[in-house]
């Protein structure tokens, strides 16, 4: 019976890595679906405190059903409960390209704040008859120079 769940697990890496992604870098999301995933759990007879059905021992709590750790599971936003208590919440390659379009944007806004930042700098040296020397500062012009 183990060695199913074991065979079971290894096909799913993606989502063990994913889980194990999101248990090391926490984001607020995640653990929230987590807590509600969890509060379900702690509700299932197939809830497995001790440890006895876990596929890789001393990860418990697991799930008694498949094996997985709930540390972990609970955590792969792509993952869903055996027994229908929770779903996935989007497979792991639609999240990889909605995380991709969040940093892009992200990326985007960045960039146009520092080039206005530059734009006011330049302005205010100018005001102030400060000459600029090239890019960057003073310190770091004097070490090009060398």
């Avoid at 060695?3 to 697990?9: D, F, H, R, V």
């Avoid at 890496?13 to 995640?30: P, S, T």
């Avoid at 055996?82 to 944007?105: C, I, S, T, Y």
């Amino acid at each position: 019976m183990k060695i199913n769940k074991l065979l079971g697990a290894l096909g799913n890496l993606d989502k063990i890595a994913e889980g194990i992604k999101n248990k090391i870098f926490k984001r607020k999301e995640v653990e929230a679906i987590a807590e509600m995933r969890w509060a379900e759990c702690k509700l299932c007879p197939l809830l497995d405190k001790k440890g006895k059905s876990c596929v890789v021992p001393n990860t418990q709590p697991c799930c008694s059903d498949c094996g997985c750790s709930l540390t972990l599971k609970l955590r792969s936003l792509s993952s869903s409960c055996p027994k229908g208590r929770w779903g996935a919440v989007m497979p792991g390659k639609e999240e990889n390209v909605l995380v991709n379009q969040w940093l892009d944007q992200e990326k985007k806004i960045h960039n146009a704040y520092l080039k206005a930042r530059s734009e006011e700098l330049n302005k205010e040296w100018e005001e102030k008859g400060i000459k600029k020397k090239g890019r960057g500062c003073r310190s770091c012009n004097k070490r090009k120079k060398k």
